[in-house]
Every structure is written in structure tokens, then in C-alpha cells.
């Protein structure tokens, strides 16, 4: 397959909101995004940071350790998220360099299609419940810096202009 350019931020396309996937074929494009995905040493890589305005992403949150598990979450829907907030430093392929400190439930079920159309619903939490959570941002067209304080969104804006430019 093929790895594609990724969309850095402040690419408009990053804050719409993604279209629910329909019937459509997409083992090509599932496969693009993974490839791209590790290429790029992701842990996770929706569609619309590709410049596909569709529901799905792809993570793979164990692969650097050796033990792969990828999965495809289409039209994913977060049914439930645990009341207790953690607190911790996230990156993305779209705001390379940058890490900022994003609040989010530690656990979370959710109910998507996999790639071969079987509908599924599985709890996750930890670092795999952080991934999805961020994930589905991108779908709504939500990236890491939104979740940032007006002072605290200025600065790290500031740090990957600096960085990137």
C-alpha cells in the first residue's frame, strides 16, 4: 500500500466534522492508514488527518512494545465514559513536537463497526481509552490544543509555530 501526507495543523480540514462512513469500500484505504500510521510512529491516525472526512480510525497502541493489535473503529460512538478525569501529556501526528496536558475519563466503552462490518462494543481504559478518546476528537474535528485554557492554548500554539516554521 501507500503511506499519505498527514495534515498538520492549523489545516481547516482538522476542525470539521467528519461524515458518517456508508457503504463504501474501504480495505485500501484502512490499509493506507495504517501504513501511514506506522511510518509516522503512531499509536493512532483517524481519517480526516489524511484529508478523508469520514468516521474511522485506526490505533494501534501496543505495536511499540512488540505485541501488535490493530483495530479499526468505524462510525465509533463513545457509549459511556467513567466519571474520574486523569490528566496527562498527548502528542499527535497533526501537532508534531508538541505535547500538551489533556484531561479525559481513564475508562470508556464504545460501539463501532470493524473493518469486516461486524458491529462491536468493548470497554478500554488506560492508554487504549486515552488513544480512542483522542481519535474520536479528530472525527469531530476536535484537536489536542481545543482542550487547552486560552493562556495555556496560546503558548503551546506558540512552541509548534516555533518548532514548525
Not at 117 to 141: S, V, Y
Request: hydrophobic share 45%; proline share 7%.
Amino acid at each position: 500500500m501507500s503511506v499519505l501526507p498527514i495534515l498538520i495543523w492549523p489545516d481547516a480540514r482538522l476542525t470539521q466534522r467528519c461524515e458518517p462512513v456508508l457503504a463504501e469500500p474501504l480495505d485500501d484505504l484502512i490499509a493506507d492508514m495504517f501504513d501511514t500510521m506506522y511510518g509516522a510512529q503512531g499509536r493512532g491516525l483517524a481519517a480526516p488527518q489524511v484529508g478523508v472526512m469520514k468516521r474511522l480510525f485506526v490505533m494501534d497502541c501496543s505495536w511499540k512494545e512488540g505485541t501488535p493489535s490493530p483495530m479499526v473503529m468505524i462510525n465509533p460512538t463513545i457509549m459511556a465514559a467513567e466519571r474520574s478525569p486523569v490528566v496527562a501529556d498527548e502528542g499527535g501526528l497533526s501537532i508534531p513536537g508538541v505535547l500538551v496536558s489533556v484531561e479525559r475519563p481513564k475508562a470508556v466503552t464504545v460501539q463501532w463497526t470493524a473493518a469486516e462490518g461486524d458491529i462491536h462494543m468493548a470497554d478500554f481504559d488506560g492508554f487504549e481509552a486515552r488513544c480512542i478518546q483522542h481519535e474520536f476528537d479528530h472525527l469531530n474535528g476536535t484537536v489536542t490544543f481545543d482542550h487547552l485554557s486560552g493562556a495555556d492554548r496560546a503558548r503551546a500554539e506558540a512552541e509548534f509555530l516555533e518548532r514548525n516554521t
